[in-house]
């Protein structure tokens, strides 16, 4: 059993950052790979990145509508997983969730084990 708890989303003007992150508590959290989706009023649910660690390094991917602004990143020891946002659009608001997966680096919403209870990112323009 993975509980993952997501903190840092708020109120920023477009073009702000924000930092995003998600703890995780259970085992073998290295194991997992770690998604962040996003859910905006009315929208489904949808992919923005994932990392899966790799022994030695990390494997990422990100959805093109966040490529160059958003960064993830993890850190095993603290079993956290963290979401740089920069250079934040209006269109980025919506309720974040962190999630973790048994799979390689995964995209979308069935491939995720365990969910968040999401964190609230607003971007005023």
């Known amino acids: 059993q993975v509980q993952l708890v997501e903190s840092g989303g708020g109120l920023v003007q477009a073009g702000g950052s924000l930092r995003l992150s998600c703890a995780a508590s259970?085992?073998?959290?290295?194991?997992?790979?770690m998604g962040w989706f996003r859910q905006a009023p009315g929208k489904e649910r949808e992919f923005v990145v994932a990392?899966?660690?790799?022994?030695?390094?990390?494997?990422?991917r990100y959805a093109d509508a966040v490529k160059g602004r958003f960064t993830i990143s993890r850190d095993n020891a603290k079993n956290t997983v963290y979401l740089q946002m920069n250079s934040l659009k209006p269109e980025d608001t919506a309720v974040y969730y962190c999630?973790?997966?048994?799979?390689?680096?995964?995209?979308?919403?069935?491939?995720?084990?365990?969910w968040g209870q999401g964190t609230q990112v607003t971007v005023s323009s």
């Open positions: 990392i899966r660690w790799n022994g030695s390094s990390s494997t990422t």
């Open positions: 999630a973790a997966s048994r799979g390689i680096v995964p995209t979308t919403t069935p491939e995720y084990d365990y």
């Open positions: 259970g085992r073998i959290f290295s194991r997992y790979a």
